[in-house]
């Protein structure tokens, strides 16, 4: 490894995190152009069918890029899809050693692009800062692994473990600080998963309150760059309906049901057919077939029903958990309702892998422990 080299490879990931609010279904790439030392070229992907990292960089550099190294967050496409093949294009500039982080699990490129470079004399380097690169991709990269979406369910809970009172109030258990994270993490998803017991409860719009977003963010994404997720209702009885406020945004609404039915919809709306499972939405087929409509990542935003189904079934990647310092009492509504349990080592187990205070509520993320 060449001194300074995890120096640009950290400024690389630092510009591939800013496209986190934008890129979906698209990776989150930086990449930097380095000449004796000094940057002369940098950029990150800002949304799918902008120019890619690489292109921006290149562009920066220009001349300057011709004997230089390249330092890419993921490995460079060699296939044309919305834009040109970025392995051609540091070939063409003269770049003389490409370091990149991480390789490529889409089938279109998947080592093909590191091959490419290394038959046009480029030295290759792989592999460095891996890690830090993983986590910038989560839900892209599962969905090229393993034909399904990154799952996040977030949950809101009392201190002894309760999301309502027993009258069905919940607004708020948790305090603004908490409702404004959020909206981070709904502008990362590429979609947000409910139920029809939450839209006919509550008549939620789901969409990313950029009013809710701090200043800094604000800065760096102006409200009309900001992606609003795709809004997913899992309607088994076909209770949505076009007067919820859900189904009358301009960003999309997909209404998961095992039978469509003719009603006036606005254009946004889709409704999407999946098969029942023990009389409830086939939940497994459902995330395939999300993974094929290049869904990255999903927010699950639900009551304990959903929560507890997704969880029996093994399809939660984070657990999110905003825990406010209150006390509700015993005829509360339980955070989740999984079947009683024989024996503690059935239990399903968690790793901590943050914990973060928020104004008075603290907030807990976990990755399940898998065999």
């Given amino acids: 490894m060449v001194v300074n080299d995890q120096k640009f490879m950290n400024h690389a990931l630092f510009?591939?995190?800013?496209?986190?609010?934008?890129?979906?279904?698209n990776p989150n790439v930086g990449c930097v152009i380095v000449s004796n030392g000094i940057?002369?070229?940098?950029?990150f992907h800002s949304k799918s069918g902008a120019p890619h990292a690489e292109i921006y960089a290149l562009q920066k550099a220009g001349k300057k890029a011709n004997g230089g190294t390249a330092y890419i967050t993921l490995e460079p496409c060699s296939h044309y899809g919305k834009t040109p093949p970025c392995v051609n294009a540091l070939i063409n500039a003269g770049i003389r050693r490409v370091v990149v982080a991480l390789k490529?699990?889409?089938?279109?490129?998947?080592?093909?692009?590191?091959?490419?470079?290394?038959?046009?004399?480029?030295?290759?380097?792989?592999?460095?800062l891996m890690d830090k690169a993983e986590q910038?991709?989560?839900?892209?990269?599962?969905?090229?692994?393993?034909g399904f979406p990154y799952v996040q369910l977030k949950l809101a809970t009392s201190l002894d473990g309760k999301t309502a009172?027993?009258?069905?109030?919940?607004?708020?258990?948790?305090?603004?600080?908490?409702?404004?994270?959020?909206?981070?993490?709904?502008?990362?998803?590429?979609?947000?998963?409910t139920t029809s017991v939450t839209v006919l409860a509550d008549n939620p719009i789901l969409n990313v309150r950029w009013t809710d977003f701090p200043n800094?963010?604000?800065?760096?994404?102006p409200k009309n760059k900001i992606r609003q997720p795709i809004r997913i209702i899992l309607d088994s009885k076909n209770q949505v309906n076009p007067e919820h406020l859900i189904t009358q945004t301009n960003s999309p609404c997909w209404l998961i049901r095992p039978n469509p039915i003719l009603q006036h919809w606005s254009n946004n709306v889709e409704q999407i057919v999946i098969p029942k499972y023990k009389k409830r939405i086939n939940l497994i087929i459902l995330m395939i077939q999300l993974a094929k409509r290049d869904i990255n990542s999903i927010l699950v935003e639900s009551g304990p029903t959903l929560a507890s189904a997704l969880l029996k079934l093994d399809l939660i990647d984070e657990l999110i958990i905003y825990i406010s310092p209150k006390i509700l009492g015993e005829k509360a509504r339980e955070l989740i309702n999984i079947p009683e349990l024989k024996k503690l080592k059935d239990a399903p187990k968690f790793k901590f892998i943050n914990i973060k205070l928020l104004?008075?509520?603290?907030?807990?993320k976990l990755r399940p422990l898998r065999k």
């Fill in 15 to 25: 510009l591939a995190k800013k496209g986190r609010f934008t890129t979906s279904p």
């Fill in 39 to 43: 940057i002369v070229g940098d950029g």
């Fill in 104 to 128: 490529d699990p889409n089938p279109n490129v998947s080592g093909r692009g590191l091959v490419q470079l290394q038959k046009a004399g480029i030295e290759v380097v792989y592999g460095l």
């Fill in 136 to 146: 910038l991709n989560l839900g892209f990269l599962k969905r090229m692994r393993t």
């Fill in 165 to 193: 009172l027993a009258s069905g109030e919940s607004k708020w258990i948790t305090s603004l600080n908490s409702r404004k994270d959020v909206q981070k993490l709904r502008a990362q998803a590429s979609a947000i998963l």
């Fill in 216 to 221: 800094k963010l604000k800065n760096i994404y």
């Fill in 359 to 364: 104004g008075p509520d603290l907030r807990v």
